[in-house]
């Protein structure tokens, strides 16, 4: 995948792949992640139904940061997971010792290799939280 990205941009072999996490069409969005999402990182691409989208939504009458997102169980080489911190330095998992009461990533639905999931951050009219999704290379 790199390789053939970064032969069609004539850039450099070892471009793309060497720096998963810089922004080779400046995009916003790093390679790693647009490998993630099967887009292409020498083209910028603004196709929103593959990308993450958030939302405030109330579950189980409870309002709560929503993110969903979709997972190509293909990719096996990169991982996706939501993470949530009230200070924005000390990130959790959802489950983990620490991480917000509530922090949940559930599966929606399967549809041949992708997978859509959703991670849902309950809030309150406590300290903020931010969510957010993180790639990484296992």
Same mark, same amino acid.
Request: proline fraction near 12%.
């Given at each position: 995948w790199a390789t053939q990205a970064e032969g069609s941009a004539s850039l450099p072999v070892g471009t793309i792949r060497d720096n998963p996490h810089a922004d080779s069409d400046n995009d916003g969005l790093s390679n790693l992640l647009e490998y993630a999402f099967g887009t292409w990182p020498v083209h910028r691409d603004t196709s929103p139904e593959v990308f993450p989208n958030s939302q405030v939504a109330v579950r189980n009458n409870v309002k709560c940061l929503v993110l969903r997102y979709q997972r190509d169980k293909t990719r096996t080489d990169v991982t996706l997971v939501p993470i949530a911190c009230p200070t924005m330095t000390n990130w959790k998992t959802p489950g983990t010792s620490g +991480?917000? +009461?509530?922090?949940t990533d559930t599966l929606v639905s399967t549809a041949g290799?992708?997978?859509t999931r959703e991670a849902v951050l309950p809030v309150s009219n406590g300290p903020s939280c931010f969510l957010r999704l993180r790639a990484h290379l296992p």
């Open positions: +991480a917000p +009461a509530g922090f290799d992708i997978e």
